[in-house]
């Protein structure tokens, strides 16, 4: 059935005509997540969530709803516009077994900081504990991987409970927030219709999202700069402790700035790690020109991609083994000092000393407390920037910092030196196809705004050593949760998020598996998509480091060229199989202008290995 039959068979149920807003808590519920930005509701249908779908048909405007084929999907894909928009998402999933299909993707977006609200049905209290469907209290499950977990009770109530919950959500350090309702609350009457909400929330684009490199809501204001912002909070916040947030206005404390530029102003041999938080806080200009003013070399990490745009002079991503392993000051914002990386231990490598490291992150409890730090700082990171750049002597050009005569060249070179060394793999015509040509292929067919997203073991860990984004805001992989199965939400949300944009999902044939019946979702919503599956018939990044362990392997094989471009077919996309390297461009071409959720299936050498030098375990 084509997408057009299918809205007449949809229009032949009649859904009622928006205008009447219903006075239950599900319509407040919808009024109030409109009111902070939300454009979509991602879900899967369940009974005790009808009023929410209710008072989305019936909103004063309608609210689109996004109906997947696993909860999961519906959480990754709010999770992913959260990621996107830098404004929460939000997803709604049925009670009991909806709630905990959401576990994984909730746990994600806490791993990611990623501004989520995650409204749950639930089973009625006056029955509550004789055992109705799907009874189970869901906030003690999912207290400890939320911000915060509540039910609400009652229907008055409910308009609020939402608002509280978003406004949670979008405050650093963000997360997700899941909010209950119990039945009778969610389906009986309040006695008043929720106000309109605002038709544009201010800062966003038509489409209610955040373009690439736009600052995003809630983040600075129209003619209010950073370094405004940090000079207002000393003014309200007086002296605030290093590490410390300001109270309210959530600005770094002025002696911690002062302090990281001390350190800066003795440093030889330092480096500057962006991660995904400076994209999340709105700090990515802030981030660049303060990079750019003190010649700073930087490493960029998660959705700290693109702040430097791929083939700025000071972006030596490419040479982070020598950056990290021969610095004397490493400073990192926006991002924990987690295995991605190396838990914070730097320098030491030929002969030089450990290095001292900075943490900055954007809330006083995300300070890594497992190293000793030199420093560190907390609160609104476009702001700490700001101040950084402000108050370090080479800010006032008087004179380049030593750094860029030595140091910075030698990373320049390395990072030369790297890319150079790619080019045979990346143009391989080697047969079973290796990886590294399909990325080879594909860098050439990016537009500069193209949302990649990555879903899969050694496919992906290649695709974030060799693609480099142009933008901020236009890479996502999983973080560090590391949870395969985000690859269809992500890309569900990216082309929802970013109409005019190319989105990309990069799947292993494993991670394939996990999401591949929600092409059926971008099928009947029209959502244009290209997936390009690295199929090399196994669990690579988990068959070969068994092998290397105990010299055999199990459990590590899938089906050897499996049709992954026939599931996507069958579901009403389309797709194709790709064996020779001289094939990969011309697919990918056809992908591209399918304008279709199109599979490009590339059965490629399983007998290579993603060089790593650590599993993460
Ligand atoms: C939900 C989940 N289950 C299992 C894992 C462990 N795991 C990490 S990578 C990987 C293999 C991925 O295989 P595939 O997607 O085919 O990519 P490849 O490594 O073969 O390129 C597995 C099973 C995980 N990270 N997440
Ligand atoms: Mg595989």
Redesign the pocket.
């Known amino acids: 059935m084509g997408g057009s039959e299918r809205d007449d068979v949809r229009a032949s149920g009649a859904p009622p005509e928006p205008g009447q807003v219903p006075d239950h808590g599900g319509a407040h519920a919808v009024a109030s997540a409109q009111r902070h930005g939300v454009q979509t509701m991602f879900t899967l249908s369940g009974g005790h969530v009808f009023p929410l779908y209710d008072g989305a048909v019936k909103g004063d405007p309608p609210l689109r709803i996004v109906d997947v084929r696993h909860e999961q999907t519906a959480v990754f894909a709010a999770e992913a516009t959260g990621r996107l928009t830098r404004s929460p998402g939000l997803a709604v999933l049925t009670a009991g077994p909806g709630v905990t299909n959401g576990v ?1 993707a909730i746990t994600t977006a806490h791993f990611n900081g990623a501004p989520l609200v995650v409204i749950g049905g639930r089973a009625p209290d006056y029955r509550w504990g004789a055992g109705s469907l799907q009874e189970i209290d869901h906030p003690v499950l999912l207290g400890a991987i939320t911000k915060r977990a509540f039910t609400e009770h009652q229907s008055s109530g409910v308009g609020a409970a939402v608002d509280a919950a978003f406004a949670l959500a979008g405050t650093r350090h963000r997360g997700p927030v899941f909010l209950d309702v119990s039945l009778e609350a969610l389906f009986g009457s309040t006695g008043s219709r929720p106000a309109a909400p605002a038709r544009a929330a201010a800062g966003q684009t038509a489409t209610g999202q955040t373009a690439p490199g736009q600052t995003a809501p809630g983040q600075t204001a129209p003619g209010q700069t950073a370094a405004g912002r940090a000079a207002g909070g000393q003014a309200a916040g007086g002296q605030a402790a290093a590490g410390a947030d300001a109270p309210g206005g959530g600005v770094t404390g002025p002696e911690a700035v002062a302090q990281i530029a001390r350190l800066l102003a003795q440093a030889s041999r330092p480096v500057l790690v962006l991660g995904s938080d400076v994209w999340l806080d709105g700090a990515a200009d802030a981030a660049r020109a303060a990079a750019e003013q003190l010649a700073l070399p930087v490493i960029a990490n998660g959705q700290g991609r693109g702040i430097l745009p791929a083939g700025h002079e000071l972006l030596v991503s490419r040479a982070r083994s020598v950056a990290l392993g021969e610095a004397d000051l490493v400073i990192v914002v926006g991002t924990p000092l987690d295995f991605r990386l190396g838990y914070g231990d730097y320098g030491g490598k030929n002969g030089t000393p450990p290095a001292l490291v900075v943490h900055v992150a954007d809330a006083a409890e995300r300070v890594a407390r497992h190293r000793e730090l030199a420093g560190h700082a907390a609160g609104d990171l476009a702001a700490f920037f700001a101040g950084l750049a402000a108050v370090t002597p080479e800010a006032a050009g008087a004179a380049p910092p030593r750094w860029t005569e030595s140091w910075l060249p030698r990373l320049q070179a390395a990072a030369r030196a790297a890319i150079a060394a790619d080019t045979p793999l990346l143009s391989s015509d080697a047969e079973p196809i290796h990886p590294m040509r399909i990325y080879g292929e594909l860098a050439r067919l990016l537009d500069s705004d193209a949302v990649v997203i990555g879903d ?4 992906v860990s290649y695709a974030g050593k060799y693609l480099e984004a142009q933008r901020p805001g236009c890479w996502l992989d999983p973080g560090p949760y ?4 985000t690859g269809l939400g992500y890309a569900i949300a990216a082309r929802i998020a970013r109409p005019s944009a190319q989105v990309v999902l990069l799947l ?4 394939a598996g996990f999401s591949l019946m929600d092409v059926d979702t971008a099928v009947r919503h029209r959502l244009p998509m290209v997936m390009i599956c ?1 199929n ?1 018939g ?5 068959k070969h480091p068994m092998q290397q362990l105990y010299g055999y392997d199990v459990a590590a094989d899938l089906q050897p060229s499996c049709r992954y471009d026939r599931v996507a077919s069958a579901l009403g996309g389309a797709g194709e199989i790709v064996t020779v390297p001289g094939q990969i461009g011309p697919a990918l071409r056809r992908a591209f202008d399918s304008g279709a959720p199109y599979l490009v299936n590339i059965i490629t050498d399983p007998e290579i290995a993603y060089p790593r030098s650590t599993t993460g375990v």
């Open positions: 994984s899969g073991g050694d496919f590391g949870c395969l199965g292993g044939d494993g991670a690295g090399n196994i669990w690579g990044l988990e």
